[in-house]
C-alpha cells in the first residue's frame, strides 16, 4: 500500500516535472480541452502533445475520452492533492521546528544583550 | 525571468519525484543531518546518496556544508514554496471553475426532479 502510495507520487512530481504539461495542466484546470487546444500554446507536434498527455494520464492528473474524432481531456478530482499534502507536511514539520528552536532560543536567553551605545561624535 | 522560475520548478518538481530523495527530505524537515544519517534509512551506497543530495541542492531544497570530515545538509528556507504555490493555484482555479458550474446548474434547474417512487413489492 505505501509502496503504491509512493510510486504514485514518483508519478505525479514526474508528470509536473515538464514545463509543457504544467502549461497543460494549467489550461485543463479552466475546463476541458481537445488535444488540438492543449497544442495550442505549445511549440510542437501532436503526436508529441499526446505523448505528454499520455504522461498525464499515467500520472492520474488527467483523463481523456475520444467521441467522434475528438478527443476530450479533463482534470481528475482531487489528481493533484496528494502532492499537494506531501509538501505541506513537509513544510510544516520544517516550520513546527523552527518554533520550537525560536522558543528554546528565548528561554536560554531571557536577558536580551543591551544595544551598544554609540560612541558621540 | 519567466524562463528561469519554469527551471526552477522543473528542477523541484524533478527532485520530488524519487522515493529516496523524499525520504531525505522528510529526514531533514526534521532537523539538519549528516550525509551518513540520511543514508541510515536508505538501501543504497554512500555515493547514490550524495548523487541524490546534489539533485536536491541543484534544486535548492536542501544546502549542505562541510566542516572538518562531516558534511551537514539543511533544508533550505522557503524551497518548496514554489511547488505548493503552483499546485495551489492549480487546484484553487478548477475549484472555482467546479463552483460556477454548480452555480450555473442550479440557476438554470430551479425544480429539482423527483425521485423515481419505488415500485411496490
Redesign the interface.
Same mark, same amino acid.
Request: proline content about 4%; hydrophobic content about 45%.
Given at each position: 500500500m505505501l509502496n503504491q502510495q #509512493?510510486a504514485a !507520487? %514518483?508519478r505525479l512530481?514526474?508528470a !509536473?516535472? %515538464?514545463?509543457s504539461r504544467?502549461v497543460m495542466? +494549467?489550461r485543463l484546470?479552466?475546463?476541458p480541452a481537445s488535444v488540438s487546444e492543449l497544442a495550442r500554446p505549445l511549440a510542437m507536434s501532436l503526436p508529441a502533445v499526446v505523448q505528454h498527455l499520455q504522461v498525464l494520464e499515467t500520472s492520474g492528473i488527467v483523463r481523456s475520452e475520444k467521441v467522434g474524432r475528438v478527443r476530450t481531456c479533463r482534470?481528475q478530482e482531487g489528481a !493533484? /492533492?496528494s502532492? +499537494?499534502h @506531501?509538501?505541506?507536511e &513537509? /513544510?510544516s #514539520? @520544517?516550520e513546527r &521546528?523552527l518554533d520550537r528552536l525560536g522558543d528554546f532560543l528565548a528561554e536560554t536567553d531571557p536577558q536580551p544583550k543591551k544595544k551598544p551605545r554609540k560612541p558621540k561624535p
Open positions: #509512493t !507520487l %514518483d512530481f514526474q !509536473l516535472a %515538464d514545463p504544467r495542466v +494549467e484546470a479552466r475546463g482534470m !493533484l /492533492r502532492a +499537494e @506531501w509538501i505541506n &513537509r /513544510r #514539520t @520544517w &521546528r
